[in-house]
Nanobody, 125 residues
Framework: VQLQASGGGLVQLGGSLRLSCTASGRIFRIKDMGWYRQAPGKQRELVAAIADGGSTNYADSVKGPFSISSDYRSNTMWLQMNSLMAEDTAVYYC????????????????????WGEGTQVTVSS
């Protein structure tokens, strides 16, 4: 199972970016997906999360400008980021709790946290 994130880049203050994350591999079920970020010298923090039922959760600092969405049929998640500020500069990571299909057994495993490689978001003034 792999998570592939994309969409980061350099954007001006107040601009927008849309991050994407797609899970691939022997997937039985994805329970939850989310975006985390880590700024230099800071701990990784939750930005937004979405459950397979559609409920969402946002960090207080991004409520309003950011919007998370997903399509569990295609195992894809997006993060629309508007009104970006300097403090949004960070490496963004996608995360998913996935039950994979065992290669040997063909049976679903317990849910495991998977992480994608980070994508850099830099907001310039």
């Amino acid at each position: 199972v792999q998570l592939q994130a994309s969409g980061g880049g350099l954007v001006q203050l107040g601009g927008s970016l849309r991050l994407s994350c797609t899970a691939s591999g022997r997937i039985f079920r994805i329970k939850d997906m989310g975006w985390y970020r880590q700024a230099p010298g800071k701990q990784r923090e939750l930005v937004a999360a979405i459950a397979d039922g559609g409920s969402t959760n946002y960090a207080d600092s991004v409520k309003g400008p950011f919007s998370i969405s997903s399509d569990y049929r295609s195992n894809t998640m997006w993060l629309q980021m508007n009104s970006l500020m300097a403090e949004d500069t960070a490496v963004y990571y996608c995360n998913a709790k996935i039950r994979a299909i065992g290669a040997g057994t063909g049976l679903p495993s317990d849910s495991v946290d998977y992480w994608g490689e980070g994508t850099q978001v830099t907001v310039s003034s």
